[in-house]
């Protein structure tokens, strides 16, 4: 069974003028590790509210492990298996203290209390935030809010987590934070849905989803989204600089290859110098 | 920074009443507010006085932070008390000083001492409260103790989560507040100069962009709660649990003492007023 499932899906806001998704067909593995790209209203935290039942598709069919989000009667079911981390911290958290957040999910649902400790426990493991669990979460960096607003979602106990631009308010050290975070709980067998527009978050997924005005543009490995420069180019994206060194450096007769990351890069560069 | 100040009420220090129940608190709160209305006579109010005193003593708050609530409500106070003096009239009374419809007179002192006291004292139990209880704690305290009402089908659960989140968001507010008057002074806004109506007038461009922020934040927030799970109070569970200690017998037995000594005195001691 897929985790996910889109099919033909359409969504426009109300008094909206043009659609946000259009006709968007496309599934995800359970386990997979996955990023949706694209430019501003290319409708891709649409996508995100589409996938947890926030909004319920105009026309097509959302599906989350066979559930229907548009019958209503299997929303709670559907949020309590597909949790999302919004953008902004600060308005997510519910309660002042970080321990009491937490525990805003698993009290939802109607977990007893001495398993809601224990999930804190986990939770806070998972996003390494321990060390803040009885702080006043105004006191936080971004990085560490948004770490917390991690665990909230964790305590619920998803099998799928979706982060909606979660990274866009934190400063370089913040966003590594989170993405750490992310990378090892998709290794704990997570499916990861990253909703972003940067490229170099894409690095790691294991498929990366191009959306443009709503459409699907490219749907496919990230390796083979930075070959493709006409994809890029159309969905207005920026490639990784070490994509874009290594780009350079063959236009100028020397082939490293098309590396993602930094490491990569000095490997393939170190590599070469060794031959010569 | 205005961060700091949201929270200012409470002194964090570990102590006798800090590590009392914020029901029973609440509780006694309202015995000693009970009790001070019924006092009739100043000796009755010197019981009042050592309770909150002992109170005092035993949250380890410096009194200084304590006899400051008094300031906020200072005004109040004069004005009852000049209102009280001047023109409270009683039967028979020996008449100090009387001009125009104002007069002065033994029943009005005492009468006017009296209220002043009685705001006094209230004021300082109050703050008591404030300073030894998390805001956190009271909510808890609140919601534990009306829910009795959710079988009249008053919506406790709902008062609770609205109070606590207000209480949440006051610091991001603040931070947002002074990001909206440092961005507003970049464009040259001033609002240190002028007359009041003209700095009441300066501060809409700041109030607008925070009401309409807040309404934005509320909209986020509604969508993160939704997506986890909440539907209300249908099948919710709570993880923290209230617990009455021996705190809370050891404060029952001193206001139970204090009540039963102005009730003494009351009918012993006479009435003043």
Redesign the interface.
């Known amino acids: 069974m897929f985790a996910v499932k889109l099919e033909n899906v359409t969504f426009k806001y109300e008094g909206a003028k043009r659609v946000a998704v259009e006709n968007v067909s496309l599934t995800i593995n359970e386990g997979e590790f996955v990023a949706v790209i694209g430019a501003n209203a290319s409708g891709k935290s649409t996508l995100a509210?589409l996938i947890?039942g926030?909004i319920a598709p105009l026309s097509g069919k959302v599906e989350v492990f066979g559930a229907d989000t548009s019958d209503s009667s299997k929303l709670?079911e559907i949020?309590?298996s597909c949790?999302?981390v919004?953008?902004?911290p600060?308005?997510?958290?519910?309660?002042?203290?970080v321990e009491?957040d937490v525990?805003?999910?698993?009290?939802?649902?109607?977990?007893?209390?001495e398993e809601?400790?224990r999930r804190?426990d986990f939770a806070l493991k998972a996003s390494g935030t321990e060390a803040f669990r009885s702080q006043?979460?105004?006191r936080l960096s971004g990085g560490q809010k948004q770490r917390v607003a991690i665990a909230?979602?964790l305590a619920?106990k998803p099998k799928i987590l979706i982060l909606d631009e979660s990274t866009s308010m934190l400063d370089p050290r913040g966003r590594r934070e989170v993405m750490d975070v992310v990378r090892s709980l998709n290794k704990e067998k997570m499916t990861v849905i990253v909703i972003t527009h940067y490229m170099d978050e894409v690095v790691d997924c294991d498929r990366a989803i191009v959306l443009k005005s709503g459409n699907v543009l490219f749907n496919g490995t990230p390796k083979q989204l930075f070959q493709s420069d006409e994809v890029i180019k159309k969905a207005g994206l920026e490639l990784p600089v070490p994509t874009k060194i290594a780009l350079k450096l063959k236009e100028n007769g020397v082939d490293v290859g098309l590396p993602l990351t930094k490491e990569e890069l000095e490997e393939r560069l170190w590599t070469l110098l060794q031959k010569n | 920074m205005l961060k700091d100040v949201a929270f200012g009420q409470y002194y964090p220090v570990e102590s006798f009443v800090h590590k009392m129940d914020p029901r029973a608190k609440i509780l006694y709160l309202i015995a000693y507010i009970v009790l001070i209305f019924i006092v009739k006579n100043f000796y009755g109010f010197a019981v009042c006085l050592a309770l909150l005193a002992l109170t005092v003593v035993f949250a380890r708050v410096p009194i200084v932070k304590v006899l400051k609530s008094i300031r906020a409500i200072l005004f109040i106070i004069i004005v009852t008390f000049l209102i009280n003096l001047f023109l409270h009239r009683e039967e028979q009374d020996v008449v100090y000083f009387s001009w125009w419809i104002f007069t002065v007179t033994r029943g009005s002192v005492t009468f006017a001492t009296f209220m002043a006291l009685r705001l006094i004292t209230l004021v300082l139990g109050s703050s008591i409260l404030t300073l030894t209880t998390t805001p956190v704690a009271l909510t808890d305290g609140l919601e534990s103790l009306l829910s009795p009402l959710k079988l009249v089908k008053f919506p406790v659960h709902e008062l609770a989560l609205i109070m606590s989140i207000a209480l949440r968001f006051i610091p991001t507010l603040m931070e947002e507040t002074e990001r909206i008057i440092s961005a507003q002074k970049a464009r040259g806004a001033d609002f240190e100069s002028g007359n009041i109506f003209s700095r009441v007038k300066a501060l809409i461009p700041i109030l607008i962009p925070l009401i309409i922020s807040a309404f934005r934040r509320a909209d986020e927030l509604g969508d993160a709660m939704e997506a986890r799970c909440y539907t209300g109070s249908r099948v919710r569970t709570k993880y923290k649990k209230l617990k009455f200690s021996v705190n809370d017998v050891i404060a029952l037995f001193f206001v139970a003492a204090a009540f039963a000594g102005v009730i003494l005195l009351n009918v012993y001691a006479g009435a003043v007023i």
Not at chain 1, 90 to 97: E, W
Not at chain 1, 103 to 113: C, D, K, M
Request: proline share 2%; no cysteine; aromatic share 8%.
């Open positions: 509210k947890n926030l709670f949020r309590k949790g999302i919004f953008q902004n600060d308005n997510q958290m519910v309660a002042s203290i009491d525990a805003f999910g698993p009290e939802n649902i109607g977990v007893e209390r809601i400790g804190i006043m979460a105004s909230g979602v619920i």
